[in-house]
């Protein structure tokens, strides 16, 4: 068993450390957003629609050369594009063909896109806008929501969601009439949304009273937070994958969770995530710098091995040991605690304190190097709550 959770914890850092795959997507500025149509992925950028088509290596330009991309959405055979000056855009044809509308101001600056039948919504810095004909003619939504930020849109039943720089609302009526949803949520900003099955999934920023990832199974009455292991709380973007859920966060890089925001751990991209999309076997990453691949399979079968092993205070065996001049020392816990994690030599005289700090459930890892130290033998010891455990190691120079 011991040889099996060694492997376990192997794989679980090979994983972790290496690195995205950048898509080679040269132009200039940043990528805003991402959408998929079969097996065609569309970026979003401030220079225009790029596509790469079939999963190959090479992105072309797929039309709106110089607007500036900050929504896209995909509503059947249709592709809808938002730009920051107030104008929606549609293709039909897999964006070799563009129409241009405007939604009202000319600040009008899209953040949000979404299509339920024949109905298209968009968020924007004014308000939620609505069109009954593709995208010809807007007007906008007021009655009962506010005139301000919308960052995203989300449809969860027959309600639709709208994440807002107040807070998130909620309409159960196709847009008609609007409800303030977000009572117990502990922050001011909604930024994102997700929705598996009866859960939703708010990302939010730190409005006075802390932000992350809360989540409601009550259509919106209520909400809980779920950031155990989520290590920044400016969760920019969310997107769902069948069970699994994938938070970008504005400066922290990227984190998963797969089972329902319980525990999340970090799969790397140390910068701003802006969005994600899942094609085939492969998960995309909207960041600053580009595009970036990884396959999904090998960052969701970690995660479940990682949550496996955080069921339980578990304290493993340094290594190497003998050791020297560092070594290796893991642990995992399965809920937030304070954690200590102290050395002593072997009459009991306390050495050094490794760990002393609020930890959130998860796996860890720490390095400790004992150049200073005589050879000898000597004791570590774990106490997270009222679990306590002691392992022996040996210095050996």
Not at 64 to 89: E, M, P, Q, R
Not at 118 to 142: D, E, H, K, Q
């Amino acid at each position: 068993m011991k040889y099996f959770i060694a492997f376990i914890f192997i794989l679980f850092n090979i994983v972790l450390q290496a690195q995205w795959v950048s898509t080679d997507l040269s132009f200039g500025g940043n990528v805003n957003c991402l959408t998929v149509s079969g097996t065609n992925i569309f970026a979003g950028a401030d220079s225009g629609v790029y596509l790469l088509s079939n999963l190959e290596s090479n992105w072309t330009l797929a039309g709106l050369k110089g607007n500036a991309i900050t929504a896209l959405y995909v509503g059947g055979a249709n592709i809808y594009a938002g730009t920051d000056s107030g104008s929606v855009c549609l293709s039909t044809n897999n964006g070799t063909n563009w129409i241009k509308t405007n939604i009202g101001q000319t600040n009008d600056y899209v953040d949000a896109l979404l299509a339920i039948g024949t109905n298209i919504f968009a968020g924007t810095w004014n308000g939620v806008y609505l069109s009954t004909n593709n995208g010809t003619n807007w007007t906008p939504v007021l009655q009962g929501f506010p005139n301000f930020i919308v960052y995203a849109l989300a449809i969860s039943g027959i309600n639709i969601l709208a994440a807002t720089y107040w807070g998130l609302y909620l309409s159960t009526d196709n847009g008609t009439n609007w409800i303030h949803a977000d009572d117990s949520l502990n922050t001011s900003t909604a930024l994102s949304l997700a929705v598996i099955g009866t859960n939703i999934f708010a990302g939010t920023t730190d409005g006075g009273g802390g932000g992350g990832v809360f989540r409601s199974t009550n259509n919106g009455s209520s909400w809980i937070e779920v950031n155990n292991g989520l290590t920044n709380d400016h969760v920019w973007t969310l997107s769902a994958s069948g069970t699994n859920l994938f938070a970008g966060t504005y400066s922290s890089g990227a984190f998963l969770s797969t089972n329902n925001g319980t525990n999340w751990i970090k799969i790397g991209l140390n910068t701003y995530v802006l969005d994600f999309a899942v094609c085939e076997t492969n998960i995309f990453a909207a960041a600053f710098g580009g595009v970036y691949r990884r396959p999904l399979s090998e960052l969701v079968s970690v995660s479940k091995e990682v949550n496996v092993l955080s069921q339980d205070y578990t304290l493993y065996q340094n290594y190497p040991n003998p050791w020297n001049p560092s070594t290796n020392i893991k642990y995992s816990i399965p809920k937030t605690s304070q954690v200590s994690i102290k050395v002593y030599d072997i009459i009991g005289n306390e050495i050094k304190t490794l760990v002393n700090e609020d930890k959130p459930a998860g796996a860890y890892e720490l390095t400790w190097n004992a150049g200073n130290l005589p050879s000898g033998i000597y004791f570590y010891r774990l106490q997270a709550g009222s679990f306590i455990e002691t392992k022996k190691m040996i210095l050996l120079k």
